[in-house]
């Protein structure tokens, strides 16, 4: 199994757990995502955007922002829909786009080189 293949499934592994927190009751959300709803939106969003940059080819980072812009709106119809004392809120959607506009900036500006950093902290060469 390559580094590479490593990363793909640990960025599956934190969608499934984004969308396992969001999809909690209220009140057994763990304590230290409990910052303001906007806030867990933006920086969620913007921590997915960034740990996917480094794994897609820059001309397609538009996927990147589609896929999350799906993932939130679909998060918001199942919270509405589950009744677990959470609603669906466009203002949520709006806060997972900033997340994820913020997300892909920080991508541009060199944070996408992250699995090259990390590949160098491992012993191992980084891909081209």
Not at 53 to 66: D, P, Y
Request: net charge positive.
């Amino acid at each position: 199994m390559t580094l590479r293949n490593v990363w793909w499934a640990l960025g599956f592994a934190l969608v499934v757990a984004a969308i396992y927190v969001c999809l909690l009751p209220f009140d057994d959300v763990p304590r230290p995502f409990n910052l303001t709803d906007k806030a867990n939106h933006v920086i969620g969003h913007a921590a997915l955007a960034v740990y996917f940059t480094g794994l897609v080819e820059r001309r397609s980072w538009w996927k990147i922002f589609a896929g999350l812009l799906l993932m939130g709106v679909a998060i918001e119809l199942a919270q509405n829909l589950m009744h677990v004392g959470r609603v669906a809120d466009v203002r949520d959607v709006l806060a997972n786009c900033l997340g994820a506009a913020l997300g892909l900036l920080l991508g541009w500006i060199g944070l996408s080189r992250w699995t090259q950093w990390a590949a160098i902290l491992l012993g191992r060469r980084p891909a081209p």
